[in-house]
């Protein structure tokens, strides 16, 4: 009875679903019905999971220590050390990140499951030991032992001890973070660029003859006082960190824009003047597709690599930035062909009659629809972007070296051959995080166009 | 046609300025002074005092060869503190400082006072040459010490800008000064300089940094130097010689080394387009042509697997595998050629067939890729080509299945594998960089990864413009062999 009753609400849900019939839900249940892509998603997520607690299960912290009596969970602080004071009044500094936990003389101890950090080495079994081969660990009194299996190097280590396993668990998070921050990037500009370009086109965006010279000197003016006068102040973030440049640019792009609105509402009080209110058109989309045009002509590598050439400091922020300003044209020239489709279709047309602001009606009504192959695009994009910034630390340019990439563990694995270890498993890290992405893309692609429908 | 391509090059021909203005954006911010490299690379074992007179004739020299005393384009956006002559200072490190300056005073008539009055002392010190009688009541080597530090100071004082630090090398330069009486002297010039800063600091004008000001500065700039030359005198312009300036590192003109070293890349890139075609079409073809069979399942998986693998590591693993005396050791790891060279003499061939063995690995890690894409596209779009009615209407004419599909199919499904052709070109030049570091092929890609190891700004740039310029033909090319297979397309 109860089974069968579950069996009618389930239909129910089932035609109920029939009846308000989202295009989101249709498509969800078909990239479902795609079972490589739907698997390639739940990877995705568990990755996604792996990179954010990967500081807590790689790392030679312990999760949980109990010394001399004091309870510590050095791999959850904040901070780097604990104070212990001893039953005769003294007291003992533990800093966590250069205690020696795996002997330490604690009355329990729990390690992280991969009990060793990225960047940390185990000399006593340096110079290349394989994953299989006789790993070594050395007790308290310096006694040479069998390696515990709680701290095996499960897939063995590099030149000076590094444990291959804690670097790819630890690299998860910086490829992750690039792919999807710098695709993060690329859509803002590429949505937004192609969204314009499509909507207006040429002969749409009509302005008077006073408003467009006003925001053309405005432009300049926002520059001037955005960048130029702070040009010393952006360097000096560049010099600084990756944030100091970031909270540097926040300010530079906020007086840009407040400066750009000061001179937008001039405008159209200039724009009031007789003989300056002739209409003129922006040629928006020309001049979005110029811009796309020259950037894809730029062999995007070669591009990237000539300007980290350039930035002073090597950071992960400014990778970011770089492979985000330079690979957004692919969601652009997208987003602008399904705008170019949209915005001549009836809907669209009732909404501007309704005397709809245009904003409201590209972001709100337009863009919904338009967001498709763009989706498809970004899926791809990380993809690129992830074997992009794998390329640059195999080649020892794109991130900071002590920086511990995919990349640089396999472009370490180079310098000895004989350790197949280093070669196999990072590639095999960025060859199923890409394949990934891009199984997950072609997902995207079938399910979100239902012209392939069957 | 014609009138299509000559409007096709105009179009090409403002991206092309964008491409080189972008290429001399990089290249005017690169981090480091060329000029200090130059002369440092090229520098004489001299005296102190002689080597750096000759030092500064030295700068001057590469300053006017590379160019950097000229304003660094046709007009510049700055400020009513900013004067239109600061660029005729060729030290980058005392450039950027006058420039911090004015950006915090805004009073350039007083920064001007106080810099050329910094300048007079640093040279009366250098040519002042205390009395010999005075000098033998001190220790000769402190003395020689003491006056070192005073140039020392004197110089870096030149490029610094913070007050907290002016002000201790003052107090410092000062102290130095008073250790000896015979060194006064000096101390009327030093004066001037402390009381010209201490002038900058009282009658600062902050405002006018505030109010913009554009400045022309006509033909005479970097920029059209770099594109156009001085009439052959130290350039000769890159838009009609192809001068891409001096290495940094060998001082050989670009141009040279570029020719030296673009053979290897053609040939590979040449090499892969060719190779990609020639598999991909027919696998491509075949799998649309029995879709959902078995060989259509397989070559999908394998094709896609390909796709998504990085050619770094494909290339590391078939060195791993193939090149290496543990494993299997059939062919050599790197280079193109033995290590000895051809024997003298040998023909193309000959020589074609001495490198074969290097060729293989480089050739397979160059194809794979391109070999992968283009599989894919020739698959969907004979696809869509054998689902429409033509071909329908051919089968049903009674045509074999080959004739069907590669005379009435193959020639409307190239289409779309045409256009793909002008990406297939630029990413091959893109891609090599990586191949030819890993399998040291002495070709661009090296050359380019040596360049940004090294920081020679006027390679990369090179590099950047040049394939720029390639992947702009690419199109052009493609877009014309569009119009030729497809006589549907008009260009109107």
Redesign the interface.
Same mark, same amino acid.
């Given at each position: 009875m109860e089974e069968k009753k579950s069996h009618i609400e389930n239909e129910k849900i089932e035609l109920g679903s029939e009846k308000d019939f989202s295009f989101r839900k249709y498509a969800w249940r078909q990239f479902k019905k795609n079972k490589l892509a739907y698997y390639s998603f739940r990877i995705l997520i568990f990755l996604i999971i792996l990179s954010v607690i990967s500081p807590v299960i790689a790392t030679d912290e312990p999760l949980y220590c109990k010394y001399k009596g004091v309870n510590m969970f050095p791999a959850f602080s904040l901070f780097n050390k604990c104070e212990i004071k001893n039953v005769d009044g003294s007291s003992e500094i533990i800093q966590y990140d250069i205690t020696d936990w795996k002997r330490l003389d604690a009355t329990t101890i729990i390690f992280a499951p991969v009990a060793y950090a990225a960047n940390k080495t185990d000399y006593d079994n340096a110079d290349y030991v394989s994953p299989g081969g006789g790993q070594v660990f050395k007790d308290k009194e310096g006694k040479l032992l069998k390696m515990p299996i709680k701290f095996r190097h499960w897939l063995g280590t590099g030149k000076a001890g590094e444990d291959v396993l804690s670097g790819l668990i630890n690299g998860t998070r910086i490829s992750l973070s690039i792919g999807i921050l710098s695709m993060l990037i690329a859509s803002f500009l590429g949505i937004f660029l192609g969204a314009m370009a499509g909507y207006f086109g040429d002969h749409k965006l009509q302005t008077t003859r006073g408003s467009f010279w006003t925001m053309a000197i405005g432009l300049?003016?926002a520059?001037?006082?955005g960048f130029? %006068?702070r040009?010393?102040n952006i360097i000096d973030g560049f010099a600084t960190s990756g944030i100091a440049v970031l909270f540097q640019l926040l300010i530079s792009i906020l007086i840009f824009l407040s400066v750009l609105y000061l001179f937008y509402m001039l405008g159209k009080r200039v724009g009031e003047i007789s003989f300056l209110s002739t209409p003129v058109f922006i040629p928006v989309d020309s001049i979005v597709s110029?811009i796309i045009?020259?950037l894809?002509?730029?062999?995007?590598?070669?591009?990237i690599?000539?300007?980290s050439?350039?930035a002073?400091e090597r950071s992960i922020i400014n990778l970011m930035v770089i492979i985000g300003l330079t690979s957004w044209t692919g969601i652009a020239r997208l987003t602008r062909a399904e705008f170019l489709r949209i915005s001549n279709l009836e809907y669209i047309q009732a909404a501007k009659s309704m005397g709809f602001k245009e904003y409201r009606i590209i972001f709100r009504h337009a863009l919904p629809n338009a967001l498709a192959p763009a989706l498809v695009a970004i899926a791809f994009g990380v993809?690129s972007a992830i074997?992009i910034e794998?390329?640059l630390s195999?080649?020892g340019?794109g991130v900071p070296p002590e920086t511990i990439t995919w /990349?640089a563990l396999?472009s370490a694995?180079?310098e000895q051959?004989?350790a197949?270890w280093l %070669?196999?498993f990072p /590639?095999l890290a960025?060859?199923l995080t890409?394949?990934i992405y891009?199984?997950l893309g072609e997902g995207l692609r079938d399910a979100l166009d239902p012209r392939l429908k069957k | 046609m014609l009138q299509y391509i000559v409007k096709r090059i105009l179009i090409f021909i403002?991206?092309l300025i964008?491409?080189t203005l #972008?290429?001399f954006i990089?290249s005017i911010?690169?981090?480091g002074d060329p000029v200090e490299r130059m002369v440092s690379s090229s520098q004489n074992n001299g005296e102190q005092g002689a080597q750096s007179i000759s030092q500064k004739e030295q700068k001057k020299f590469w300053c006017s060869k590379l160019g950097l005393d000229l304003p660094v384009f046709y007009f510049s !956006?700055?400020?009513l503190a900013c004067p239109d002559t600061l660029y005729k200072i060729y030290d980058k490190n005392e450039r950027e400082a006058l420039?911090?300056l004015i950006?915090k005073y805004g009073n350039w008539q007083e920064i001007q006072k106080y810099y050329s009055s910094l300048i007079r002392f640093n040279e009366f010190q250098l040519v002042f040459v205390a009395d010999s009688n005075l000098l033998k009541q001190y220790d000769k080597s402190a003395v020689l010490e003491t006056m070192n530090q005073i140039r020392f100071e004197s110089s870096a004082l030149k490029a610094s800008y913070e007050s907290s630090v002016i002000e201790a090398k003052n107090i410092k330069i000062s102290n130095l000064i008073s250790s000896y009486p015979f060194l006064s002297s000096l101390k009327p010039a030093f004066e001037l300089v402390k009381q010209n800063y201490y002038s900058i600091e009282k009658n600062s004008s902050t405002w006018k940094?505030?109010v *913009?000001r554009i400045a022309f500065y006509g033909f005479q700039n970097q920029y059209h130097r770099w594109l156009f030359g001085d009439g052959g005198k130290f350039s000769k312009g890159l838009l009609f010689h192809g001068d891409f300036g001096t290495s940094y590192v060998t001082h050989q003109p670009i141009a040279d080394v570029i020719y030296s070293k673009i053979g290897w890349s053609l040939f590979f890139s040449m090499l892969s387009v060719l190779l990609a075609y020639l598999v991909s079409i027919p696998i491509g073809v075949k799998a649309a042509a029995n879709r959902g069979g078995r060989f259509d399942k397989i070559s999908s998986l394998v094709l896609? !697997?390909l796709?998504?693998?990085?050619?770094?590591?494909l290339a590391? #693993?078939l @060195?791993?595998t193939f090149a290496?005396t543990?494993v299997l050791h059939w062919l050599p790891a790197s280079g193109v050629k033995p290590a000895l060279g051809y024997p003298d003499g040998a023909s193309f061939f000959e020589m074609m067939k001495i490198s074969f063995p290097y060729i293989i690995l480089p050739a397979i890690c160059y194809t794979y890729s391109s070999f992968a894409f283009l599989s894919r596209t020739m698959r969907v779009s004979m696809i869509e080509i054998v689902n429409q009615d033509y071909i329908r209407t051919a089968k049903a004419k009674g045509l074999t299945e080959n004739k069907v599909i590669w005379k009435h199919g193959f020639r409307n499904a190239l289409l779309p594998i045409i256009t793909v052709f002008a990406n297939v070109f *630029?990413?091959a @030049?893109? &891609?090599s960089?990586?191949i030819e570091?890993?399998f040291t092929i002495p070709g661009m890609g090296s050359e380019?990864?040596y360049a940004?190891q090294n920081?020679n700004?006027p390679m @990369?740039?090179a590099? #950047?413009t040049i394939? &720029?310029f390639l992947? #702009?033909i690419g199109?052009l090319i493609s877009d014309i062999l569009y119009a030729i297979v497809d006589p549907r397309i008009s260009f109107k």
């Amino acid at each position: 009875m109860e089974e069968k009753k579950s069996h009618i609400e389930n239909e129910k849900i089932e035609l109920g679903s029939e009846k308000d019939f989202s295009f989101r839900k249709y498509a969800w249940r078909q990239f479902k019905k795609n079972k490589l892509a739907y698997y390639s998603f739940r990877i995705l997520i568990f990755l996604i999971i792996l990179s954010v607690i990967s500081p807590v299960i790689a790392t030679d912290e312990p999760l949980y220590c109990k010394y001399k009596g004091v309870n510590m969970f050095p791999a959850f602080s904040l901070f780097n050390k604990c104070e212990i004071k001893n039953v005769d009044g003294s007291s003992e500094i533990i800093q966590y990140d250069i205690t020696d936990w795996k002997r330490l003389d604690a009355t329990t101890i729990i390690f992280a499951p991969v009990a060793y950090a990225a960047n940390k080495t185990d000399y006593d079994n340096a110079d290349y030991v394989s994953p299989g081969g006789g790993q070594v660990f050395k007790d308290k009194e310096g006694k040479l032992l069998k390696m515990p299996i709680k701290f095996r190097h499960w897939l063995g280590t590099g030149k000076a001890g590094e444990d291959v396993l804690s670097g790819l668990i630890n690299g998860t998070r910086i490829s992750l973070s690039i792919g999807i921050l710098s695709m993060l990037i690329a859509s803002f500009l590429g949505i937004f660029l192609g969204a314009m370009a499509g909507y207006f086109g040429d002969h749409k965006l009509q302005t008077t003859r006073g408003s467009f010279w006003t925001m053309a000197i405005g432009l300049l003016m926002a520059y001037y006082y955005g960048f130029s %006068v702070r040009y010393y102040n952006i360097i000096d973030g560049f010099a600084t960190s990756g944030i100091a440049v970031l909270f540097q640019l926040l300010i530079s792009i906020l007086i840009f824009l407040s400066v750009l609105y000061l001179f937008y509402m001039l405008g159209k009080r200039v724009g009031e003047i007789s003989f300056l209110s002739t209409p003129v058109f922006i040629p928006v989309d020309s001049i979005v597709s110029r811009i796309i045009e020259i950037l894809i002509s730029m062999p995007l590598l070669i591009l990237i690599i000539s300007i980290s050439a350039i930035a002073k400091e090597r950071s992960i922020i400014n990778l970011m930035v770089i492979i985000g300003l330079t690979s957004w044209t692919g969601i652009a020239r997208l987003t602008r062909a399904e705008f170019l489709r949209i915005s001549n279709l009836e809907y669209i047309q009732a909404a501007k009659s309704m005397g709809f602001k245009e904003y409201r009606i590209i972001f709100r009504h337009a863009l919904p629809n338009a967001l498709a192959p763009a989706l498809v695009a970004i899926a791809f994009g990380v993809a690129s972007a992830i074997l992009i910034e794998s390329s640059l630390s195999f080649l020892g340019i794109g991130v900071p070296p002590e920086t511990i990439t995919w /990349g640089a563990l396999l472009s370490a694995g180079r310098e000895q051959y004989s350790a197949w270890w280093l %070669v196999v498993f990072p /590639g095999l890290a960025i060859f199923l995080t890409v394949t990934i992405y891009n199984l997950l893309g072609e997902g995207l692609r079938d399910a979100l166009d239902p012209r392939l429908k069957k | 046609m014609l009138q299509y391509i000559v409007k096709r090059i105009l179009i090409f021909i403002p991206t092309l300025i964008v491409i080189t203005l #972008l290429g001399f954006i990089i290249s005017i911010n690169a981090p480091g002074d060329p000029v200090e490299r130059m002369v440092s690379s090229s520098q004489n074992n001299g005296e102190q005092g002689a080597q750096s007179i000759s030092q500064k004739e030295q700068k001057k020299f590469w300053c006017s060869k590379l160019g950097l005393d000229l304003p660094v384009f046709y007009f510049s !956006l700055t400020s009513l503190a900013c004067p239109d002559t600061l660029y005729k200072i060729y030290d980058k490190n005392e450039r950027e400082a006058l420039g911090r300056l004015i950006s915090k005073y805004g009073n350039w008539q007083e920064i001007q006072k106080y810099y050329s009055s910094l300048i007079r002392f640093n040279e009366f010190q250098l040519v002042f040459v205390a009395d010999s009688n005075l000098l033998k009541q001190y220790d000769k080597s402190a003395v020689l010490e003491t006056m070192n530090q005073i140039r020392f100071e004197s110089s870096a004082l030149k490029a610094s800008y913070e007050s907290s630090v002016i002000e201790a090398k003052n107090i410092k330069i000062s102290n130095l000064i008073s250790s000896y009486p015979f060194l006064s002297s000096l101390k009327p010039a030093f004066e001037l300089v402390k009381q010209n800063y201490y002038s900058i600091e009282k009658n600062s004008s902050t405002w006018k940094n505030y109010v *913009p000001r554009i400045a022309f500065y006509g033909f005479q700039n970097q920029y059209h130097r770099w594109l156009f030359g001085d009439g052959g005198k130290f350039s000769k312009g890159l838009l009609f010689h192809g001068d891409f300036g001096t290495s940094y590192v060998t001082h050989q003109p670009i141009a040279d080394v570029i020719y030296s070293k673009i053979g290897w890349s053609l040939f590979f890139s040449m090499l892969s387009v060719l190779l990609a075609y020639l598999v991909s079409i027919p696998i491509g073809v075949k799998a649309a042509a029995n879709r959902g069979g078995r060989f259509d399942k397989i070559s999908s998986l394998v094709l896609f !697997l390909l796709y998504s693998m990085p050619s770094f590591w494909l290339a590391t #693993l078939l @060195i791993m595998t193939f090149a290496n005396t543990d494993v299997l050791h059939w062919l050599p790891a790197s280079g193109v050629k033995p290590a000895l060279g051809y024997p003298d003499g040998a023909s193309f061939f000959e020589m074609m067939k001495i490198s074969f063995p290097y060729i293989i690995l480089p050739a397979i890690c160059y194809t794979y890729s391109s070999f992968a894409f283009l599989s894919r596209t020739m698959r969907v779009s004979m696809i869509e080509i054998v689902n429409q009615d033509y071909i329908r209407t051919a089968k049903a004419k009674g045509l074999t299945e080959n004739k069907v599909i590669w005379k009435h199919g193959f020639r409307n499904a190239l289409l779309p594998i045409i256009t793909v052709f002008a990406n297939v070109f *630029p990413a091959a @030049i893109g &891609g090599s960089v990586i191949i030819e570091s890993i399998f040291t092929i002495p070709g661009m890609g090296s050359e380019t990864i040596y360049a940004i190891q090294n920081n020679n700004y006027p390679m @990369i740039i090179a590099v #950047l413009t040049i394939t &720029g310029f390639l992947t #702009l033909i690419g199109y052009l090319i493609s877009d014309i062999l569009y119009a030729i297979v497809d006589p549907r397309i008009s260009f109107k």
